[in-house]
């Protein structure tokens, strides 16, 4: 047996032995499974391999969400008993002869028998629809990579669509609303999903969690109205050897366009309601009877209203036989055949129009490789970009130094000495330092930014601290002139709401250097703002920004020998990502990690509450402030929206001071209040003045009231879970345990996946990986945030890609910096074209 067979047989017995708690690999069976696919599709030996690879991890990555033992009980069974008839199927060495689901045969009804009134017809074979086969004989195997056969042509690929035939200015116009302006933006508008008519199920062998692709004949249609007002559209489907119903939420529009007699092809899980088969909101297309009868895998598109599944195909099929073929090959062809990997256009024509199960993994294989080298290529060179400038070396005594760690309260964590330590032998060398300092909620991240602006400033420059709210710059402010100004160190505070008056002192002060240390928000980056000798820029919560304002400000920094402002860069978050995904991810920064708490922090207490078990926490919060603590309740608007029935921090507000606490002292703060009334509500609370604070998202970062144990969090769904941490992190600051309270009633499957990830972890390192895990790449980093190209295909947590992709673009970057030899001049115009929307990370 495989190794990857192997390792997942022992993964499902340990999971039985350990009575289905989903807890046999770290991280829940999930994650194991999106590590172990890729490496069991490169083992499989043959068509029913790769058909058990594909079945066992849609079951497995649902494995979490299944409900009760009896369910996962049968899950891991099927799979283990599956897993021995492979083992048996592969020592007898003879492949098994293909396999037809029969026809059932009419059964002729008795002269005398008639239907009863109102019963329904016995489900009877349909003569128009072909049958449904079980996989038969394998396919052949994919072809070999071939080169391509014609001569590129870019300018032709970068034509508009209307080119093509059959496109006009109309459907020119709706592909441009999918992304796809030019014949080469086509080429790379990949299906989201496939009908494969290979491998189609019998009705009649479907099972409960199944993730499959049936065809059929539509019975009956209906639409009804459920006790809660919504509409439920019910359509049950045979393909003669049974049937099953299929259900659509309030899509009421489907009774027109389905209808009885119709042939469909439905894709998506079989669930199961009052112990019958159903597929809840199946994805669902018009079956054609040609990829049936030739048993082909069929791509199914994005769509915009206007254009249709037919259309985009036949659209597809003329762009991919007259352009695939041209198409510049970018890789080297030494890095395509040490990966083994196949030729541009063969890939583009395979993710489209596959021929088989494996050719498409070997194009998305193939396709997935260009993404994460391009981002690792590009990486290479900013690194090497932001290295070859000259830097200001800063170097403090430590003597400069001792004051602050003696006027200290407490002792640094070994971990933050450590980090310290990284950032002060980067500051004192001439090369730019550029670090990332990532730690969870609470490691103490404030100090070392302290220490690294105080050993700036001690060597004879100034440093700025820009973050992304107005709170969060005054939380650093009252904090770091506590710490620094008694030093003999000058600070100021910029921002939109300081008074016109107090700005231009402040500009004077930096432009002079009178003022040696600022912290502000966007305003430090106003042109009106010059600093005397910025020599160091930490920027905090660096995902909040864009990549121009991180430069805005790098670019008051001192000029140095080549006219270049080059000040050392300390860019600081709080969503911590894996260290080996952000070495790769952030491949031009070096990487500090705060993975050490301060003592005496206790793990904050999570609960998930329905909307109906509020009153619960409301009484909870009175027993905590009876005991002298304090609370926070964060809604997620200022105002009620029409839209979004959510809670409402203004009217919430009144309503809990009036109804629920009239008794206690509530604050208020959100977003549109002026700075002062701002500063007033948190005073006020910081001083114990009021038991509540009502907020929105404004407090989800830097504040700190050490005597505040309990946060409500309502609509909670409505919150990405690294938002929802960090909200989280507000309590706990103190002597006492806190508690975190999340009121929501699950709106869909991912919400409910983020609130119980909360529940039962406060590790944020683990709940990036969830957030990750649930959101993917392109909103967990947020592209035109971030610097980071749009990866279409590729997953930022296929590690083992991802450092083959990284060792290879070392490899290039090695022996040819500039792109400049005539093999690579194809892949320096994909690589400027990958970036060009994605600007600077750094």
């Known amino acids: 047996m495989q190794r990857s067979f192997k390792r997942l047989e022992r993964v499902l017995t340990l999971e039985a032995e350990q009575g289905y708690k989903n807890k046999a690999v770290v991280g829940g069976i999930r994650q194991f499974v999106m590590y172990w696919v890729e490496q069991a599709r490169n083992e499989a030996v043959d068509e029913l391999d790769r058909v058990f690879i594909e079945q066992a991890a849609d079951a497995l ?103 093509l035939k059959g496109v006009g200015p109309k459907i020119g116009g709706l592909l441009e609303k999918l992304g796809a302006g030019t014949i080469a933006d086509l080429l790379y508008l990949f299906p989201r999903r496939y009908d494969d008519y290979t491998l189609m199920k019998p009705i009649n062998q479907l099972r409960y969690g199944d993730q499959v692709t049936i065809i059929g004949t539509i019975w009956e249609v209906r639409a009804r109205r459920t006790r809660t007002n919504q509409v439920i559209v019910q359509a049950v489907i045979s393909d ?72 985009i195909r036949e659209i597809m099929r003329t762009a991919v036989a007259q352009w695939a073929k041209r198409v510049p090959e970018p890789l080297p062809k030494t890095i395509r055949q040490s990966q083994n990997l196949y030729s541009l256009s063969q890939s583009l024509q395979q993710i489209h129009f596959p021929d088989s199960q494996q050719a498409l993994h070997e194009a998305r294989r193939r396709l997935i490789f260009d993404e994460l080298f391009l981002l690792q290529l590009g990486m290479q060179r900013k690194r090497s970009e932001w290295r070859s400038q000259p830097g200001i070396p800063l170097q403090a005594p430590d003597e400069a130094i001792q004051p602050f760690y003696d006027a200290l309260p407490f002792a640094l964590t070994s971990a933050q000495q450590r980090v310290i330590a990284e950032i002060m032998a980067d500051m004192a060398r001439d090369v730019p ?81 009178d003022i040696q240390v600022a912290i502000g928000t966007h305003a430090l980056i106003q042109n009106t703002v010059t600093f005397s000798r910025l020599g160091l820029v930490v920027i905090d919560e660096q995902h909040r920004f864009g990549v121009e304002q991180r430069g805005a400000l790098r670019s008051k920094g001192v000029e140095t020998g080549n006219g270049i402002p080059n000040p050392h860069l300390l860019v600081m978050s709080a969503t911590p990502i894996p260290r080996t995904l952000a070495l790769s991810l952030y491949g031009d920064l070096d990487l500090s990690i705060l993975d050490e708490m301060p003592p005496g922090r206790q793990e904050i207490r999570t609960h998930w509450l329905q909307s109906t078990e509020r009153e619960r926490a409301y009484a909870f919060v009175r027993r905590q402030i009876a005991e002298g603590r304090q609370a926070y309740v964060i809604y997620p608007l200022v ?81 990405g879970l690294a938002q929802l941490h960090q909200f989280r ?30 529940e039962q972890t406060n590790d944020g390192f683990v709940l990036a990986e969830k957030d990750l895990e649930i959101r993917g ?9 971030s610097g980071i190209p749009e990866l279409k295909l590729a997953s930022l947590l296929d590690m083992e890609t991802l450092q083959q992709a990284r060792a290879a673009a070392e490899t290039v970057f090695t022996t040819d910096p500039t792109l400049a030899a005539p093999e690579h001049q194809y892949l320096k115009e994909r690589i400027a074209q990958f970036w060009e929307d994605a600007g600077d990370i750094s």
């Open 61 to 163: 990555l649902e494995y979490g969400r299944l409900p009760g033992i009896e369910a996962r009980t049968k899950t891991i069974q099927s799979l283990l008993q599956n897993l021995q008839k492979r083992e048996t199927r592969l020592a007898d060495q003879q492949p098994p002869p293909p396999v037809r689901s029969p026809r059932p045969e009419r059964k002729p009804q008795p002269a005398a028998a008639k239907p009863a009134v109102n019963a329904k017809p016995t489900p009877e074979p349909d003569d128009d629809l072909p049958a449904v086969a079980t996989p038969a004989e394998p396919p052949p195997a994919a072809p070999p990579p071939q080169e391509p056969t014609s001569e590129p042509d870019p300018a032709g690929l970068a034509q508009s669509v209307t080119h």
């Open 777 to 785: 790449p392109g909103q967990f980093f947020g592209r035109r945030q």
């Open 639 to 719: 105002e009620e929206s029409e839209k979004i029935d959510v809670g409402a921090a203004v009217s919430e507000y009144e309503r809990l001071q009036t109804e629920v606490f009239p008794d206690l002292k509530l604050g208020l703060i959100h977003g549109r209040l002026r700075a002062d009334e701002k500063e007033a509500a948190m005073s006020a609370f910081n001083q114990g003045e009021t038991n509540i604070l009502v907020a929105t998202s404004v407090i989800e970062v830097g504040v700190d009231v050490p005597n505040a144990t309990i946060i409500i969090i309502e609509d909670a769904n409505r919150f």
């Open 433 to 513: 330092m550029n670090r990332l300092l990532q730690g969870d909620v609470g490691a103490g991240k404030t100090i070392i930014a302290a220490v690294a602006m105080l050993g700036a400033v001690q060597a004879g420059a100034q440093a700025a601290l820009m973050a992304p709210t107005e709170i969060l710059a005054e939380q650093h402010f009252r904090s770091l002139s506590h710490q620094l100004e008694p030093l003999g160190i000058t600070t100021a505070l910029l921002t939109g709401s300081v008074p016109t008056a107090t700005k231009e002192r402040i500009y004077a002060g930096l432009a002079n250097g």
């Open 729 to 758: 992190g507000r309590v706990g600051r103190g002597a006492h345990q806190s508690y975190c309270i999340l009121i929501a009633d699950s709106s869909s499957p991912e919400a409910e996946e983020r609130l119980q990830a909360l």
């Open 240 to 311: 003669g050897t049974g049937s099953i119903q299929a259900n659509w939420f309030n899509q009421s529009w489907l009774v027109e366009k389905l209808h009885s007699g119709m042939q469909v092809v439905l894709s998506g899980k079989v669930d199961q309601y009052l112990g019958r088969l159903i597929m809840p909101s199946p994805e669902w297309e018009a079956m054609e009877l040609e990829p049936l009868r030739t048993r082909r895998i069929v791509p199914i598109y994005p769509l915009t209203e206007g254009l249709n599944g037919n259309k």
